[in-house]
């Protein structure tokens, strides 16, 4: 495994008390693998994440364990912190703008990057620099080397983030919601060329999506979190194919078909998302399960396994 997060905590400090946006999560990815890790908006995703490369608010606090190839790494000095970032761990966001200079042409970053953290010499940052834009696709790279991120389109900037990201041939990249804000076509080449560039250069990938559709031509596996909390987690067909969480399913009936079905009416999940300043103390999605049972008001459930790596945290599981 390239990273293990067992039990992983993450609470704001705000003016109306305690927020609690990540209760025990636990999941791990191995070398070169895909993880999808899905759910509605606030649902944890991104602070989870934030929280393993020391990037939380400075209201924000983390507790747990997260080891990354086999070092813990949660709460390390931010100087130690920076360099796994930079050497082998990458992010990219969903607004590539969070990560480029706007003042600088795209070379100069890119070459600054290798020559910081790999320490090349000028000539050979910039050949390497070049074969990378080459790399995610975008045409005459020698000229776009000279370009201002403003220069480019929206899909462009988000080619060039991946290349930069993946400059330093990182053991890991996560990708926060990286296609969100692209329409569905460009949306589409983004999602092909990150599993292209995965396969060539064997890079473990967490790609975190509040769209069941983006994982699952892009995932090997999937993580759908709720309240901060796992709910379910499997290999991606039996998650699309055999859910077994009423969270899950209700996240599956509301994507909207693509086969004969396509005008039916969209099923959306009735409720909001607990408060995460006062959490049930049974299971987070409670007030808005159909098939809940009394003892889901009053106890979290345990993860039950349903299938091979496959786990529902369920109580209909141990009623069956
Ligand atoms: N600095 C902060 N202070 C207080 N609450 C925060 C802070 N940052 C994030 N949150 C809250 O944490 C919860 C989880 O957020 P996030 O992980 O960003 O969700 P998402 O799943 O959409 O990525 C949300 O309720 C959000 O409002
Ligand atoms: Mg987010």
Redesign the pocket.
């Known amino acids: 495994m390239i990273l293990e997060v067992a039990d992983l905590n993450?609470r704001?400090?705000?003016p109306e008390g305690d927020?609690h946006?990540?209760n025990g999560l636990g999941f791990s990815v191995a070398k070169g693998r895909t993880l999808g890790i899905v759910?509605?908006?606030?649902?944890?995703?991104?602070?989870?994440v934030?929280a393993m490369m020391g990037l939380?608010?400075?209201?924000?606090s983390a507790a747990g364990s997260v080891r990354f190839d086999g070092k813990e790494i949660l709460n390390l000095p931010p100087r130690q912190m920076n360099k796994l970032r930079g050497m082998r761990i990458a992010m990219i966001f969903q607004d590539p703008m969070t990560s480029l200079n706007p003042y600088l042409r795209i070379g100069t970053q890119m070459m600054e990057v290798l020559e910081q953290h790999k320490g090349m010499k000028r000539a050979d940052a910039r050949e390497r620099s070049v074969e990378m834009l080459r790399s995610v696709h975008i045409s005459d790279p020698g000229a776009r080397f000279a370009s201002y991120p403003h220069e480019l389109s929206g899909g462009m900037r988000q080619r060039v983030m991946i290349a930069m990201a993946l400059l330093c041939d990182p053991d890991l990249l996560i990708a926060?919601?990286p296609t969100t804000a692209l329409d569905v076509t460009v949306q589409a080449q983004i999602l092909g060329l990150l599993k292209e560039l995965q396969a060539e250069l064997h890079t473990a990938v967490i790609l975190?999506t509040?769209d069941l559709g983006v994982v699952a031509g892009s995932c090997d596996d999937v993580l759908v979190?709720y309240g901060?909390q796992v709910m379910e987690r499997g290999p991606v067909d039996e998650i699309f194919y055999a859910p077994r969480h009423p969270y899950t399913r209700g996240l599956l009936s509301s994507m909207p078909s693509q086969g004969a079905n396509k005008h039916a009416p969209l099923t959306v999940i009735k409720g909001s998302?607990p408060d995460?300043r006062c959490l049930p103390a049974g299971c987070p999605f409670v007030a808005r399960c159909d098939q809940r049972l009394n003892i889901c008001e009053s106890e979290r459930p345990g993860q039950f396994s349903v299938g091979t790596g496959h786990l529902s945290a369920c109580h209909l599981e141990s009623a069956s």
């Open positions: 993450v704001f400090n705000t927020l946006a990540v759910g509605e908006s606030g649902s944890g995703k991104s602070q989870s934030l939380l608010a400075g209201n924000g926060d919601e975190i509040h979190i901060g998302p995460l």
